[in-house]
């Protein structure tokens, strides 16, 4: 937002005009300076004159000889204009003059006639690109003045970023107001008087949608001229970064700069049937924009109709049907206070960004709706001609009324530390136009233009920014140190665990296309839809992070890169309702890792490993040791892993994730081979707090080995035969693992070799006591089917 210094100071008197100062000013009041610029004339004597008489020129017929007077008496000029009169005031560069562009005015003879000096139009002084007819001043500033005093110039324009909580500092009158406070100045409010003629608008308005316009203003002008503005508030504008369009244009957009309120003009006789209604469109509904481009309607959008139907898009740009054009010669002036989400989703989704809806969106106070149609109204009445009506419409379907607030001065206090007392804190705060009460606590009544303050501490706030936080000494914190969570510091581990196995860290983004889905064979149905997505091939949240992590994999192996090895930690969604609230989608954290070609560094007596389901399964045992969890990895079918190469991931009997290979077609899709090693598990489950643990002392009692090796039928794991017989054996097993498989035993079934070791903490196990374990561990197999291989 561009605040010109000049027009600040219309409302309050600032003690200097150093923009160094000021700038330092503003950014203590928590306004980001972006920049300023000074401006400064492009000429040099330059004065206000008047046309005192207008005659032929003796030898030529497209210019004329005029007598001006610019404060120094009447002087003979030629001027090839003639879009100008006698009595004209004109701005009058004297001879020494020096004009933009390095142009020079002297006395010059013009087909044997003297001229003392130049007439200029606003192209040859740098104000606009009019090279038509010359700079016709309007009202009646004194002669002999110096041009660049009723442009106000020199001037500097501050360019501002103003925070979203603050809707009310998106105005040069709300900037005045906090500088004022800063200085403790008066601040003064524009000028809303003025004649108004007897009548009422013939237009009537009515809100169905009265969750979407909180209050409805508007005031009619009748028998105005649509022209050109006069020059200084179009300069003005200009310093603002406004282009100037006609006087009534530019009105709506001066007093939005001006007071923050955006306003719209209507042509009121092309308002069909003399009636406004807001509301939501119908589906299928279109309106032709101000910018002559068809939006096509949604019931999610705020309109304005008449009896002709869509009209304007409330708070966000009018509809050609009912503009203001040179035709105009009565206009209806609306003020309307818009609510914030239904404007910011509507501007968005049509891709009308504006001035006007960059306030809407932050908030505009509905209070503030009428004093801003009044002045828009008169100057108007002032600028275009005709007059105000002093009826108005004023639909408000229910009052804003101000917050009420207490304020203990403790807390002051205790926030900010001493040196605060009632009558400081008091002065402070009716500075920022509050009403405050005496006695502790302080009674506060915050203005309604002031919603970002809901609670005592932002009143405390306020009192640090205009006491001024460079003000504060320094103090050493008290209380708990700052630091990482546990959460933090478990998720740390796991990544530099990751990172010092190999692995290299991705980062990805959450939006895919369904077709990735696809490729993994995933359902789409509970994929999230993004309604406004950049790229229709990132139109949904994923529900899995290995395409985006494949997609990843793929790049690199694209660029050469034949061994990939990278994690990611991130969120995956669902469509199904969160259960923190049910308007959000499900979401949840997850580690993913994906790996293809070899894996490590290869050296004179090894080589890299290859990867397969078998290194998937030793990183996911890595990652367990790592994170101090006991998982077990059961076979299982997923849609596009290998149904003989992974497994489902559990912890604690509750399954947290999957690992093994993808499928070859899966991996052929993405373009990266056929073998590629995936894992995906909760985030959560890895780095939760783990139980406590109790710690036994190690035997120092010898161990005892044996094997057993089951037939089993075709459908039992390896996992179950192993499972079974290790809780068998009760608590002398102090450690079992496959180490064999042999497959030809005939009818489909196989063999599993499983080797235990026993060892009890407090004595020498006997041989009898061996056999007796060994015998419960077979009956135990021999419970699920199985059968000890070679026994009859």
């Known amino acids: 937002m561009k605040i010109p210094l000049r027009w600040l ?29 000074v401006l400064g004339a492009g000429w040099t004597d330059v004065y206000v004159g008047k046309v005192l008489s207008i005659e032929a020129h003796p030898d030529a017929d497209k210019i004329r000889v005029c007598q001006v007077d610019s404060g120094r008496g009447p002087e003979q000029i030629i001027c090839g204009a003639w879009n100008f009169d006698e009595g004209a005031t004109v701005a009058v560069a004297r001879p020494g003059s020096a004009l933009p562009g390095d142009f020079s005015i002297s006395v010059r003879s013009i087909r044997g006639v003297e001229s003392n000096g130049m007439i ?25 003045t110096p041009l660049a005093e009723i442009l106000e110039l020199p001037d500097v324009v501050f360019d501002l970023t103003i925070t979203p909580n603050r809707p009310d500092a998106m105005s040069v009158h709300g900037i005045a107001r906090d500088l004022a406070a800063h ?43 649509i022209g050109k503005s006069p020059l200084w508030i179009r300069h003005r504008l200009q310093k603002a970064g406004i282009r100037s369009i006609s006087n009534v244009v530019d009105v709506t957009n001066y007093v939005m700069v001006e007071l923050g309120h955006p306003l719209h003009a209507f042509d009121a006789d092309s308002v069909s049937g003399g009636h406004l209604d807001v509301r939501r469109a119908r589906a299928g509904e279109t309106l032709v924009t101000l910018d002559d481009v068809e939006r096509r309607l949604t019931p999610d959008d705020l309109i304005i109709y008449d009896e002709d139907g869509p009209t304007s898009m409330s708070g966000t740009m009018g509809g050609l049907r009912s503009e203001v054009s040179e035709t105009t010669t009565n206009v209806l002036m609306e003020a309307a206070s818009w609510d914030p989400p239904t404007i910011m989703y509507m501007s968005r989704r049509h891709g009308l960004r504006s001035e006007a809806s960059t306030r809407f969106e932050r908030g505009v106070d509905p209070n503030l709706a009428d004093a801003a149609n009044r002045r828009a109204a008169l100057l108007v009445a002032d600028l275009a001609g005709g007059s105000v009506l002093d009826g108005v419409i004023d639909v408000l379907p229910e009052p804003v009324s101000p917050l ?16 605060f007392d009632a009558d400081y804190v008091g002065s402070i705060l009716a500075r920022l136009g509050m009403e405050v009460g005496s006695g502790d606590p302080i009674s506060v009544v915050v203005p309604t233009f002031r919603p970002d303050i809901a609670i005592p501490a932002d009143l405390v706030e306020e009192i640090a920014r205009i006491h001024g936080y460079d003000r504060f000494g320094s103090t050493v914190p008290v209380g708990k140190n700052g630091g990482l969570t546990g959460r933090q510091h478990r998720l740390q581990a796991l990544h530099r665990g990751l990172a010092g196995a190999g692995l290299n860290q991705a980062i990805t983004l959450s939006l895919v296309g369904k077709d990735v889905i696809e490729k993994m064979g995933l359902s789409t149905s509970n994929l999230v839809t993004v309604r406004n997505p950049l790229r229709e091939e990132e139109g949904y949240l994923r529900s899995s992070m290995v395409p985006s992590l494949l997609a990843s994999v793929a790049y690199n192996f694209s660029h050469g890169q034949e061994d990939v090895a990278l994690f990611e930690t991130g969120r995956v969604f669902e469509s199904t309702p969160s259960d923190l609230d049910s308007r959000l989608p499900g979401e949840e954290e997850r580690l993913c ?19 397969d389901a078998h290194l998937g399964l030793a990183l996911m045992r890595h990652i367990a040791d790592l994170m101090g969890l006991d998982v077990r990895v059961v076979s299982s079918r997923r849609p596009g892993m290998h149904p ?36 995906e ?11 406590t643990r109790l710690v036994t002392p190690p035997s120092n009692y010898p161990h005892s080995e044996f094997d057993l090796s089951f037939v089993i039928p075709p459908e039992m794991t390896a996992s179950e035969i192993f499972e079974a017989t290790r809780i068998a054996g009760g ?27 026993l060892r009890s903490p407090d004595r020498t196990l006997t041989g009898e006591e061996v056999a007796e374990v060994r015998t419960v561990m077979i009956a135990a197999g021999e419970s699920l089917g199985a059968r000890l291989r070679g026994a009859e």
């Open 9 to 37: 100071e219309e409302f309050v008197v600032l003690p200097t005009e150093d923009p160094a100062e000021i700038s330092d000013v503003l950014w203590m009041l928590g306004h980001e300076v972006e920049g300023w610029e």
């Open 120 to 144: 200029c139009s606003e192209a040859e002084l740098g104000l606009g690109s009019d090279h038509d007819g010359i700079l016709v001043l309007d009202g009646s500033p004194q002669i002999g």
């Open 183 to 225: 200085y403790d100045l008066d601040v003064s409010l524009p000028e809303t008087g003025g004649e108004t003629s007897n009548g009422k608008p013939r237009v009537t308005v009515t809100i169905e949608d009265t969750a979407g316009c909180r209050r409805f203003v508007a005031r009619e002008v009748v028998g105005v001229t």
């Open 404 to 419: 009420k607030l207490e304020l203990p001065i403790s807390e002051v206090s205790r926030l900010l530390g001493p040196g």
């Open 593 to 611: 890792v994906a790996l293809i070609g070899s894996f490590g560094i290869g050296g004179l007596h090894h080589d890299p490993v290859p990867v």
């Open 644 to 679: 003989g190469r992974s497994g489902d991931v559990t912890s604690g009997g509750k399954a947290i994730g999957y690992v093994g290979e993808l499928l070859p077609s899966v991996a052929r899709s993405f373009g990266i081979g056929d073998r590629v090693a995936v894992l």
């Open 681 to 691: 598990v909760s985030l959560d489950a890895l780095i939760e707090e783990p139980p």
């Open 731 to 757: 608590s002398l097993v102090e450690s079992a693992r496959v180490f064999d498989e042999f497959s030809r035993v005939g009818e489909g079934r196989r063999a599993i070799a499983i080797r235990y070791r």
